[in-house]
T-cell receptor
Framework: GQQVMQIPQYQHVQEGEDFTTYCNSS?????IQWYKQRPGGHPVFLIQ?????EVKKQKRLTFQFGEAKKNSSLHITATQTTDVGTYFC????????????????FGKGTHLIIQP | NAGVTQTPKFRVLKTGQSMTLLCAQD?????MYWYRQDPGMGLRLIHY???????AKGEVPDGYNVSRLKKQNFLLGLESAAPSQTSVYFC??????????????FGQGTRLTVV
């Protein structure tokens, strides 16, 4: 099954409100990546977090990696209509792969819907 | 700058038919991947390749075969399509493997419907 669980599945916000999505894992992650997918589009890489407690910012987006490296979050301040899409977290291969396997295990994503 | 190109973009198959999805990348990446995306399921890894001539199974490999005869191309085959394979298929590539902390670049996707 999925190594990373992502919540919420859907989030409706008014334009200008903040938005947060969370990823949780039962096991320690060596790293976590975040991707954005616009409606009808393909996933696009946003950022990668590697260090325990790491915080990275990209303009209005703030990414955090938990101290135990089991959880991560993406926070968007003052959402804009251009933020619409699905945000995915992704970690290293999950069971029964693992070991030397490659690829990413994706969370199910959070769909951000913005009402003007 | 084409990046990762998938063909075809859309396809409708009848149950039992076969087809091949083509993925081509022009970034000289060693690693290539095939994912499928279903509503509410996120993306799931089907097969991947760590270099020319090598392939490996991902999370959901059953019913699919792959080949990587050239570094720039990664083919995904369905020998006998089933309705359960109706999905959006994404190809991706990366310079080094995801375990070595490199981002993946995705193609535009192929929307496949099996009737």
């Amino acid at each position: 099954g999925q190594q990373v669980m992502q919540i919420p599945q859907y989030q409706h916000v008014q334009e200008g409100e903040d938005f947060t999505t969370y990823c949780n894992s039962s096991t320690t992650l060596s790293n976590i990546q975040w991707y954005k997918q616009r409606p009808g589009g393909h996933p696009v890489f946003l950022i990668q977090l590697v260090k325990s407690g790491e915080v990275k910012k990209q303009k209005r987006l703030t990414f955090q990696f938990g101290e135990a490296k089991k959880n991560s979050s993406l926070h968007i301040t003052a959402t804009q209509t251009t933020d619409v899409g699905t945000y995915f977290c992704a970690g290293p291969p999950a069971w029964p792969l693992g070991g030397g396997a490659d690829g990413l295990t994706f969370g199910k994503g959070t769909h951000l819907i913005i009402q003007p | 700058n084409a990046g990762v190109t998938q063909t075809p973009k859309f396809r409708v198959l009848k149950t039992g038919q076969s087809m091949t999805l083509l993925c081509a990348q022009d970034m000289n990446h060693e690693y290539m991947y095939w994912y499928r995306q279903d509503p509410g399921m996120g993306l799931r890894l089907i097969h991947y390749s760590v270099g020319e001539g090598t392939t490996a199974k991902g999370e959901v490999p059953d019913g699919y075969n792959v080949s990587r005869l050239k570094k720039q191309n990664f083919l995904l085959g369905l020998e006998s399509a089933a309705p359960s394979q109706t999905s959006v298929y994404f190809c991706a590539s990366s310079y080094r493997g995801n375990r070595m902390n490199t981002e993946a670049f995705f193609g535009q996707g192929t929307r496949l419907t099996v009737v």
